[in-house]
């Protein structure tokens, strides 16, 4: 990659010291990997802007950065990430500017953790450190120092529990992890499961059998795992029973051996459920537990049980634990920006209206 750096002219320059700021222009040699790291509509410029306080202006090849030193200095790190990516022949789009934002704030180290290699080489091979990397996907790195802790740590443990808002990624990483290790004969066979709990809604019954029934339930397990695997080879994954998915309930009277067992929403886990299914791990297996304790939608009065799991289990050897926040969020960033609302929002803002249909009291 060769960027070439044009300092401002001598009255640009002396107009930005009179405003407190530094100007810095960037000259990208390749011009399609140009338009694809601007995006549509030069949204993902826009939004640098918008996320580093930066000014940017776009004419041709050459991107005009204006700001403080600090943010044009983060801003040029980010635009050089995702120029290193598109020249790769990888689209990038907002979320992938949040991941560089995340990256290149540890001034372009990728999450330097020192000596954290596992000594067991499988480990090791499963760890592809700060990765997931699968036959179909190829490399997945992670976008922010969360989602790389939360690698590290699936290649560290056999039972890791990962909590946080929706849209940072924990499902749909575990489930890469999952297709890895298959791939790499770590494991046998991927069984894959949630809670059949409705979202507040009664949706009443279901025809079909009974895989036809729990599909609405699982559907986001199949989005990832269609991401990571050729579709013929999970249908035929499934068919034989080397991946399996099914409700929670079904786990009952188990023992899982050479398997890696992923519960997903486990936020709508009763106490009993969780309990069931942490002892259904088996020789040679792992158990990776995804949840949101702000959308639990147990029925009134019933506790969920993966709070009280994380809690209860938090000084056991062997467990691991990554706890996400609305900063680590890799959708949209309005999904952000909404969790990040929903969290900061006072306890009175929570409370549940009263019906319109309640009785009076006094």
Not at 126 to 150: E, L
């Amino acid at each position: 990659m060769n960027f070439r750096l044009s300092e401002p002219s001598r009255l640009a320059a002396s107009v930005e010291a009179a405003l407190d700021g530094v100007e810095e222009t960037l000259t990208l040699d390749d011009n399609r990997a140009a338009v694809l790291l601007v995006g549509n509509y030069d949204q993902n410029i826009a939004h640098l802007e918008r996320r580093l306080n930066v000014l940017a202006h776009i004419n041709g090849n050459q991107i005009r950065l204006r700001g403080t030193r600090e943010t044009v200095n983060h801003a040029r790190r980010v635009i050089e990430s995702l120029y290193n990516t598109v020249r790769k022949g990888r689209n990038v789009g907002v979320g992938d500017v949040d991941g560089a934002i995340e990256e290149t704030a540890l001034q372009r180290a990728l999450f330097p953790v020192k000596n954290e290699a596992p000594a067991d080489p499988i480990k090791a091979e499963i760890a592809g450190f700060g990765q997931v990397a699968t036959r179909k996907k190829g490399p997945v790195k992670a976008r922010n120092a969360a989602q790389d802790a939360y690698i590290r740590v699936l290649a560290r443990h056999e039972l890791v529990f990962a909590e946080g808002p929706a849209g940072t990624g924990k499902t749909w990483l575990a489930v890469g992890h999952a297709v890895q290790l298959l791939e790499q004969g770590h494991v046998e066979r991927l069984i894959l499961s949630r809670p059949a709990v409705e979202a507040g809604e009664k949706i009443g019954f279901l025809p079909g059998d009974m895989r036809e029934k729990v599909d609405p339930y699982l559907r986001p397990i199949y989005d990832a795992l269609y991401d990571f695997m050729e579709g013929r080879l999970v249908e035929r994954a499934l068919q034989t029973g080397v991946i399996e998915i099914a409700p929670l309930a079904f786990m009952r009277g188990r023992t899982l051996s050479n398997a890696l067992i992923l519960l997903d929403e486990a936020q709508n886990a009763s106490s009993m459920q969780m309990k069931m299914f942490l002892t259904r791990l088996g020789e040679g297996s792992r158990m990776i537990i995804t949840g949101d304790p702000t959308q639990i939608d147990l029925p009134s009065g019933q506790t969920s049980g993966f709070g009280e799991a994380i809690a209860l289990l938090k000084d056991v050897e062997g467990i691991g634990h990554v706890k996400f926040g609305h900063q680590h969020v890799v959708r949209h960033d309005l999904v952000r920006r909404i969790v990040q609302a929903y969290e900061e929002r006072p306890p009175a803002a929570s409370a549940p209206l009263s019906s319109p249909h309640a009785p009076r009291r006094g």
